[in-house]
């Protein structure tokens, strides 16, 4: 990196707040629903005040889950549209995990984050609306048991996608190094967003990367 | 009941005609199911409802509430004409060879004898005929036109299926159905048990329902015999109890009438009430009339009753007119009561026509309220609204409520329908200043005898000369009481063949009411109670279920009047050689020497059978009888007569519509309605979650059944469109009520005389006094007129009409 | 917990067996429906002895009071009329747990102990464990549990396992009073129920039958049902087991499975870092 080169932001101040903000929920979510998904986990519940405290907090949270998702996301959604160049990527996915592609034309997401984006959007949409369905006790007494049964299917189903998808998103951070970084401390090198996102470069520097 | 509650097991049918015992008796119609069970009964359910009872039965038919007698009258029809009688038993054992008086005639719905002006019936013709000895004439061949079996057929064969289903709205083919269910007991070792309960007592006809029973059970040859029976399920718990001790104001204890105003003296009262035997060599037991009532005089008036002064028979009040409840309501309604006192009574709530009441009451310069409960009685100057629209400041009477206990916090006898007494203890302590019955009613005569003493007044004598034993006189105990009422010697008493032996010693309690005697010597507060408590001990505190015999008979359990008997005329259970009738009911029977069996025997226990005493020893001519004589107000024989307010426009029998000796006042006949107005029948009736009006404060009761609601038929709530759960307005030309509309197919439109004819059931239990929702009081609706003989109001059938007034939910 | 630890033989979400040194005879309550005439003294006995008190509602045009079961109403009878071949019936059954050998309850409840199953049959819940999730009554094949807002427990009919623990009968059953509802080892009330069916079979129901149905294993409740043919006149499922629906969603394989899965998700992010590395920016050094 040219010393000296000025660094770029990436992630304003709110956004990063809102990012981390729904971090720690989905890691309450997380560990408190493994607890509540197989017995083995059960004990993490002591963590959280104890199997009643937990089960009553766990929906309240899944509900400050989505408040905070759904306007992060449809500020994101912008950037997140599907590109030909996407296609491209989604074609040489393997290859990239392998570090043997590497795109040239990648906007502010590259097409691994956009999969994730509308991957989450469904699966938090579905959580969301089948965790109404099981709340008890204001909202479960509403539906028969076959809808509460199939929305207690498909909560796990897909909590089950979100951990992976998130397993997946966490790693991706860790593996692309400067993206941690870009999260907390907001900012990238120019040499990053050159190399990662060229095409975002040269739309907020009007230089060729 | 004549029978038991465990003998209904020994039946092979059950019928139940007039209650329902599934919701009145829960507890009681266990042994129904156990007959079912255990003897393969069949369940017989007659009702204007299909009720809890009809849930669990075998056959059922809905029968227009009021048309009982043509029922019953057809089913009298139906043994005679197809000859389905037990026929040794109904000619040995019942009146149907006694030759009745000349004079004697039935027309146009009405007996001999009738006084139109006066509603009543000179009765005299309504006799036997008498030979030279004043015994009655009898033709054993039964083929005399006279005689009680011809005329018996006579007079119902008028009541044929046909005209049975257009009278009650029965189908043919089920009431004959039911008919030969009925008749198959006619064998003699199979019998049928009766249950009924206020279904047919509240009616202007009830005693002659219950009458043509008797009637059914004799020809059936059911009578004193093990799962036999016409059984009265008494409705309170003590009912029984009170009954038996003279609650009724017409009844003295041991059903020894009340004297009334021509009876001046003791002999003259006594002489009314003796009969003589009107068979030869007839055993009567009411022959012993004298040596009751002279006990008793002894009990209630003690050292100052002499035989010089007639043991005391001038302090007895005695009566100028009837004092039967709903005359007492007629006289407040007139002004002409200053006070009342209503102990364990709700009047407010129980007696019909609430808006006659609530005036009447208003009349009165004092009423006294002696109940566990805030009843609605006590509270009826108080307004609630559409529930009891009252304007306080118009009622000046003024309402003393002393606070009583309830029976688990008592200590004493209950009497069950079976005549049985048995000793309960207190399972907590009373409340607040709750006091026993008995100790409010001792304190209330102290101050009264003291007021006397002090101030002399009219007649002080009744209350000054009461005898007054009690250890405690503030505070009389139970046991005191119960020792009273069975009798003990004021003398050694001795026996009549042996005066050396010794029967009971002067203080000894009696261990029988064949000690009681009519020279003073004995006293006994209700002699059908005497063997209770005896020197033995309190004979009903016994607990031993032991049934040697298997047919129910624990003599061991508690004591039954009389005599710790437990089926009445069970020497009818053997035949007239005193052999059992067949195998399956051995009871009572003749053993060579004596009458024995599981019961005690209701005969003279050594009293061979060729002696030829008849068995039905109450009875001065010792048999059944299928002609009641002058019994009855209405006649000898049971005919069917529509209710006062009936939704036909006349009897199909004959001319006489209704009833022509029941008691109606002028000011009630202008409260009866026409079924122009009010088009449907209405019914009252119990519910099995609660307890008359008492335990709608009871809040684990009023969640099982919350609100007053009334049952109406789907095709009558089609007609009104009425919706389940929608809010209605019962009217009857009394008044109205509000209430839920349970729409239901357990009420049917039935078909009489070609029209159809609706029901509208409502059940009783709410007011405005209440844990549960508050309600009208039901008995806003039925009109003021009772049976002839006993008075009883018509509660169950009655004309109204109902229209919703608004949909589910609103109040 | 009114039995011992001893006796529990099933436990919710639990991940090893219970105790087996001993069993006790497997029990079941017998509701004769024939005998039975809705008099609801067994709703009241089991408000008094439970200490439960449902509100005073309102009547909504039904004899069935209260409406529903609820925390307080473990038990209801329950109205039905209809006409069957002609023939009006009032159908009049006792509601409640069945207590199933398989119960879909237990099978659904996610927190380790709140729902016990003993060696005697009796389903019980431990509300000290409940966490008010619902699950359960999701679970229920006959629409049994009942959430009480106020505390976020569920509760049901224990069968009065605090009673049967120190050799009572059941308070319904020791106050019916005509001998509808009887108490014992199971095998004895099925050849008592079965005994009823000659009678009834005589008397025009043909179709009597005893309801122990087999798709939840049997229940510890039995009925006999004079309209056997038909237990949905009663309001009960005519063959009733629990949901496949239930089945997959609470199932210990597919939940294993998806946990494994998860972990593949971590194990495979491990063996991707060791063989391919980090992707840097070529040529920026490491700050």
Redesign the interface.
Known sequence: MPEGEPLIERHSVNERVVHWAIAIVFVFLFLSGLALFHPLFFWMSALFGGGPFMRWLHPIAGVALAVLFFPYAFALVKDNRWLPEDEEWRKHMWAYMRREYHPTGTHKYNAGQKLMYWSMVPVIAVLLVTGIVMWQPWFAPLFSPDLRRIGGILHAISAFVMFVGIGIHVYAAYWTRGSIRAMVRGTVSQAWARFHHPAWYREITGKNP | MTNHWVDIKNADVVLVMGGNPAEAHPCGFKWVVEAKIKNKARLVVVDPRFNRTASVADVYTPIRSGTDIAFTGGVINYLLSKDKIQHEYVRSFTNAPFLVKEGYRFEDGLFSGYDAGKRTYDRSTWAYELDKDGHARVDMTMQDPRCVLQLLKKHYSRYTPEKVSEITGVAKEKFLQICEIIASTSAPDRTMTHLYALGWTQHTVGSQNIRSMAMIQLLLGNMGMPGGGVNALRGHSNVQGYTDLGLLWHLLPGYLGVPLEKDETLAKYMEARTPKPLRPGQMNYWGNFPKFMVSLLKAWYGPAATKENDFAYALLPKADRAYDMVSIGELMAQGKMSGLICQGHNPLASLPDKTKTSAALSKLKWLVSIDPLATETSVFWQNHGEYNDVDPSKIQTEVFRLPAVTFAEDEGSFTNSGRTLQWHYPATEPPGEAKSDSEIMAQLYRRVRALYEKEGGAVPEPILQLHWPYRNAGDPSVQEIAKEYNGYALADVVDPKDHTKVLAKAGEQLATFAHLRDDGSTAAGCWIYTGAFTEKGNMTARRDPSDPSGLGATLNWGFAWPVNRRVLYNRASADPSGKPWGPKHRYVSWNGKAWAGPDVPDFAPTSAPQEGVSPFIMQPEGVGRLFALDKMAEGPFPEHYEPVESPVDKNALHATKSNPVARIYKDDKERLGTSAEFPYVGTTYRLTEHYHYWTKNVPLLATLQPQLFVEIGEGLAAKKGIKNGDRVEVRSKRGKITAVAMVTKRIQTLKVAGKEVDTVGIPLHYGFVSVAKKGHLTNTLPPVVGDANAQTPEYKAFLVDVQKISGPGQV | MALQSLDIKNRS???SPGPSARSTLELAKLIDV????????C??AC??WNDL???????????T??ADLSDQSWTLMRFY???IEGS?????LKDGCLHCSDPGCLKAC???GAIVQYSNGIVDFHQE???????C??G?PF?IPR?R?ED?KVYKCTLCSDRVSVGLEPACIKTC????LHFGSKESMLIEANG?LD?LR???FKSAAVYDPQGVGGTHVVYVLPHGDRPESYGLPKNPSV?P??A???SGFA??V??I??FG??VA?IL??MR??????????KE
């Open positions: 979400a639990s991940t024939s005998r039975c005439i809705g008099c609801k003294a709703q009241a408000m008094e008190r449902d509100h005073v509602g309102v009547n909504e045009g039904f004899y009071n209260p009329e209809e006409n009006l019936q009032w159908l009049i996610p927190s380790p464990s409940c966490i008010g999730c619902g699950y009554i999701s229920c629409n959430l807002k976020s009073p005509t001998g509808a009823r009678d005589e008397r025009g949901s629906l239930v997959l969603w609470r939940r294993t998806g946990v899965t998860m998700v971590l992010g991707h870092y391919h590395g980090p992707l840097e920016v070529p040529g920026e050094k």
